[in-house]
Every structure is written in C-alpha cells, then in structure tokens.
C-alpha cells in the first residue's frame, strides 16, 4: 500500500507543480499580448452589438418589403376589379336589411318612380 | 461578458499558444472562441459561460489543427518549404531563448510549455484542463466533445509522458 500512496503522492505534488509553473507563465506574459488580447475581447463585444443591429436591420427591411408587396399587389388592375366587387358583396352580407329586399330592389324602384309621376 | 472575457482571455491565450506553437495563431483562436460566444451564447446566464467557452475554445483548436495539417500536407505534397515554421518547433531546435522564453522569461515555464507541446493534442487538452482549470472529469469531457473514459485515459498518459520527460528538470 504504502508505494502506491507514494505514487499518489508524487503525481499529486507533480500536477501542483504544473499547475503553479502554468499559472507563472500566465502572469508573465508580455504587454504586446496582453494588449492584443484586449482588442480582441472588445472587438467580440463590438461585434455582438453590430449583430444585434443587422437583426433589427433585417426585421425592418422584411416587413417593409412585406408592405411594399401587399401595396404593389392591391394595386394592381386584377385587385382592382376584384376589390370593388368584393367591398359591394361585403357590404350585402353585413346588411342588416332581408337579402329579399336587394333582390326586389328593381321592383321597388320602379314602384316609386311610378309614384312620383303619379 | 466583458469581466468574464478579461478573466478567460490570459489563460485561454496560454492554451491555445501550447496548442499550436505559434503566437499569431494562438491570439487568433482566442478571438474566435470569444467571437462565438458572444454572439452565439452572451444570452445564457454566466454559469453556462465558462464550460461553453472552454468547449468553444477546445473546437477551435482542433479546427487550426486540422488546417494546419492540412496546409502542411499540401506543401510536402507540392514540395515547398516556404511554410511559417513553429515556434515553439524552433524553441526546442534551438540553444538560444526564443520568443516562448521571451514570453514567458521562465526557463522551468518553457521548458514545461514545450513538454505539453510535444503531447498528442488530446493528451494535452486532459492535461490543462484538469490540472490547469480544474474541470472535473464530466466538465473536461464536454468541453473536449468525448466519454468520461476518455478523458481518464488521456489525462492518466499526459501524467505518465510529463513526469518522463520532465522529470530530469523537476526531481
């Protein structure tokens, strides 16, 4: 038992050692490093920022094309034609009159020009 | 972030520059680890960000590795010797202090620097990561993408080449 503690022992002491001589070379290092590691910390910073503006940059430029086309498209001849036709069957269906009274609707208005000239 | 970063960055620059050898390229795998975890990962709490980084970090070293062994076969196979030698390669060939010893004005620093360079990639990841940063076996094999079993391994034949090689110095 006791060589295999002195094994233990001995790796133990040696990764300290190691560990220590890493931590010296750390603490040694030169001012040019040292600098250029600063600029690329802050250079990773920058650029968190500057992809936080091309997220916001693309969100912005989508939904303007996204207006942009809904616009192009309503105004084109086709949605033209249809649209008008579309806003008169809306306005059918929202009525609160009986559907009967739009199909009379001729009959009635030659009822009261009759009327009129009477 | 930004105190996280200025606590990381030293140490993360010691791992990378071990890694590969090479100042430059040690500096600019610092900067794309921190690059991806900001962008990528800043919204997580600051628990996370340690083994997140360390992983990220590990990645990335293996990445450059993987370039470099790239570019190197591409010169041997078109037979050019314009490649930038390594410095640490260069070190170690060498009598003179070079720019590790420059670095680290510690010949023991070196001369352990230059022991940890010379391990398989995987063995040295273990090493640093545990006897370094002190991750536990479970944080070590996340960070390094591999099993627990691994880990051990790596790490118990890291110990076993260090004391070989090192042992001379350090008795």
Request: hydrophobic fraction near 35%; charged fraction near 25%.
């Amino acid at each position: 038992m006791k060589p295999e503690n002195d094994t233990g022992n001995n790796e133990t002491t040696f990764i300290k050692h190691a560990a220590t001589r890493l931590d010296q070379g750390e603490q040694q290092l030169d001012s040019t490093i040292l600098r250029q590691l600063r600029l690329s910390r802050d250079a990773a910073l920058n650029a968190k920022n500057q992809h936080n503006t091309w997220a916001v940059s693309a969100g912005l430029a989508s939904t303007a094309a996204l207006v942009l086309l809904t616009v192009s498209l309503w105004n084109m001849p086709i949605f033209q034609n249809h649209a008008s036709s579309l806003l008169d069957d809306i306005e059918l269906l929202s009525a609160a009159d009986d559907l009967e009274f739009y199909q009379e609707l001729e009959f009635y208005l030659w009822l009261d020009e009759k009327q009129h000239n009477s | 972030m930004e105190r996280f970063l200025s606590d990381i960055e030293r140490r993360a620059y010691r791992i990378a520059f071990i890694a590969c050898g090479n100042r430059d390229d040690a500096l600019d795998i610092v900067q794309d680890a921190m690059m991806k975890l900001v962008t990528k990962y800043s919204d997580r709490t600051e628990q996370e960000w340690p083994p997140l980084f360390h992983r990220i970090l590990q990645s990335t070293i293996k990445d450059s590795y993987r370039r470099t062994a790239v570019r190197n076969r591409w010169r041997r196979f078109i037979g050019s010797n314009t490649g930038i030698p390594c410095e640490l390669e260069q070190i170690a060939k060498s009598t003179e202090p070079g720019p590790l010893q420059q670095s680290s004005n510690n010949q023991t620093v070196s001369t352990l620097d230059n022991a940890l360079y010379h391990l398989p990639l995987r063995q040295q990841q273990a090493f640093l990561l545990r006897a370094w940063e002190g991750l536990s076996v479970k944080e070590t094999a996340q960070a390094m993408s591999c099993g627990e079993g691994s880990v051990k391994t790596h790490y118990s034949r890291a110990i076993h080449s260090l004391r070989q090689t090192l042992g001379e110095h350090w008795s």
